[in-house]
Nanobody
Framework: QVQLVESGGGLVQPGGSLRLSCAAS????????MRWYRQPPGKERELVAT???????NYADSVKDRFTISRDNAKNTVYLQMNSLKLEDTAVYYC????????????????WGQGTQVTVSS
């Protein structure tokens, strides 16, 4: 059983910044890829950023050069630094993680957090 808990969401003005955090806890061997998704009001959930276990990252075109994903493996935590926020960034942001539950398991299980609201408004 693994729990993912997001934090750091809130209300911010256009052009402002927020830093989201997602901490994993429970019983597992290791965490492989971690990701941030978001779901704007009335729209489908979309992938925002991915980071591998060794720190390689990629981003959706809409957030490149504004958002930065990072992780602290010692803390089992992934972060999303969001700068130059726009109205269209308003969404519920979710993290997920590909978790290897034991050293002898041959597959990962993808866990999801409950989400944190980010509202960009003037």
């Amino acid at each position: 059983q693994v729990q993912l808990v997001e934090s750091g969401g809130g209300l911010v003005q256009p052009g402002g910044s927020l830093r989201l955090s997602c901490a994993a806890s429970g019983s597992f061997s290791r965490i492989n890829a971690m990701r941030w998704y978001r779901q704007p009001p009335g729209k489908e959930r979309e992938l925002v950023a991915t980071i591998t276990s060794d720190g390689r990252s990629n981003y959706a075109d809409s957030v490149k050069d504004r958002f930065t994903i990072s992780r602290d493996n010692a803390k089992n935590t992934v972060y999303l630094q969001m700068n130059s926020l726009k109205l269209e960034d308003t969404a519920v942001y979710y993290c997920n993680a590909d978790v290897r539950e034991s050293a002898r398991t041959l597959y990962d299980y993808r866990y999801w957090g409950q989400g944190t609201q980010v509202t960009v408004s003037s």
